[in-house]
């Protein structure tokens, strides 16, 4: 796990690579369908909610973009089902939670007023019982919950 903490560096593509594609590619109508699934890829699918001539601007903020370390983290919360802290291995967690597993996050800890819970139903990494689990663990006041239908 060493190696994603220190080496953990950017996961996605370029942005020159995505902004090269929008620039010169994505204006060109003829190109709508290519341009708009790789939007899809990142962003979830929703062809009825995309604003077809603001692809190029779309894609030249896609992906947003992650790092290995945040992937890999990603990654054992969905195979633990848990939303815990990252698992450095048996050995590093003793040294660093006094515990064999990381420890689960405890929401119902945080109080704030200014918190907003933004989702959509076509995003694929905002499954609807996840975010129905946050919104249950919180216990402050959210200030907003807002469901995004389609792309803004």
Same mark, same amino acid.
């Given at each position: 796990m060493?190696?994603?903490y220190w080496k953990g560096g950017p996961f996605?593509? +370029?942005h020159d690579l995505i902004d090269l594609i929008a620039e010169r590619?994505?204006?060109f109508r003829i190109f709508g369908a290519l341009c +708009?699934?790789? %939007? /899809?890829?990142f962003a979830g699918f929703d062809s009825k909610q995309l604003n077809e001539t603001r692809l190029p601007v779309y894609l030249a903020h896609e992906p947003a973009g992650s790092s290995a370390w945040n992937v890999v983290? /990603?990654?054992q919360e969905m195979l633990s089902k848990e939303f815990r802290k990252f698992d450095f291995g048996e050995k590093e967690n003793l040294k660093k939670y006094g515990s064999k597993y990381p420890p689960v996050y405890n929401l119902t800890k945080i109080k704030s007023r200014n918190i907003a819970l933004l989702y959509s139903e076509n995003?694929? %990494?905002?499954?609807?019982k996840d975010v129905q689990f946050i919104r249950e663990q919180l216990r402050g006041e959210r +200030?907003?919950?807002?469901k995004i239908i389609g792309l803004l």
């Open positions: 060493d190696y994603f996605l593509p +370029s590619v994505c204006e +708009s699934n790789i %939007l /899809f890829l983290h /990603f990654g995003d694929w %990494l905002a499954d609807p +200030s907003e919950n807002l």
